[in-house]
């Protein structure tokens, strides 16, 4: 079955303590990102890669690490969380040049 | 249709109704259109896209029309079932800026039995 999926899809930690979501795509698909969720906020993108090794910065990179060694992966990495980073995240995936993307099921950070 | 603010615009129908859901978008250079459906505790999920040159776009119980004089999108869901219970968000695309997506605010549907 085609997915993304994402892990965990629930964490709670503490400021300041490292974290990784990691996200992994079986549509061996060029093109990831990463996403946050606030309400009245959107859809707000985070980082995106377009293939292996290739990372850019969207709209709200601040406090946020990604890295893309391999196709499938695409990792999230928080290295001193802050409350204001509770959020809901989503990684995406698509194929070049189609519009179609395919979102994980999303996790729920909060960060006290 | 899409707004500012912490509350997401909201559209109750009763079951079996035609749903029309309005988007307003702000960049004349987006090569396309899409809508994408969130059920509660999911992703989002690609319903359906319509290409800057054209103007409408039908797919299984849905239809898209785009207005570029006034920039405005609309999806229409025909026979609406509960199922179809869900925010609905609409984007744009635009090929020139690393295919970024940029997303409205969403408007929540709610199906009536």
């Known amino acids: 079955e085609a997915q993304v999926t994402q892990n965990p899809r629930y964490l709670i930690t503490v400021t300041g303590k490292k974290l990784t979501v990691t996200c992994s795509q079986n549509m061996n698909h060029e093109y990831m990102s990463w996403y946050r969720q606030d309400p009245g906020l959107g859809l707000r993108q985070i980082y995106y890669?377009?293939?292996?090794?290739?990372?850019d910065k969207g709209d709200v990179p601040e406090g946020y690490k990604v890295s893309r060694k391999e196709k499938r992966n695409f990792p999230l990495i928080l290295e001193s969380p802050s409350p204001n980073q509770t959020s809901l995240y989503f990684c995406?995936?698509?194929?070049?040049?189609?519009?179609?993307?395919?979102f994980g099921q999303g996790t729920r950070l909060t960060v006290v | 249709g899409e707004s500012v603010g912490l509350h997401l615009p909201t559209l109750s129908v009763q079951e079996g109704d035609n749903s029309i859901i309005n988007c307003a978008y702000s960049?004349?250079?987006?090569?396309?259109f899409i809508w994408y459906k969130q059920e509660s505790g999911k992703g989002p999920q690609f319903i359906i896209d319509?290409?800057?040159n054209m103007d409408k776009r039908q797919g299984q119980r849905v239809t898209v029309l785009l207005n570029k004089t006034v920039k405005h999108l609309s999806l229409q869901i025909a026979a609406t079932q509960p199922g179809d219970s869900a925010v609905y968000f609409c984007?744009?695309?635009?090929?020139?800026?690393?295919?970024?997506?940029?997303w409205g605010l969403g408007t929540s549907l709610a199906v009536n039995p």
């Open positions: 984007a744009e695309n635009n090929a020139g800026n690393n295919r970024k997506l940029i």
């Open positions: 995406a995936s698509s194929q070049t040049g189609e519009t179609k993307a395919f």
């Open positions: 319509i290409r800057s």
């Open positions: 890669s377009m293939n292996v090794e290739v990372t």
């Open positions: 960049n004349s250079a987006s090569d396309y």
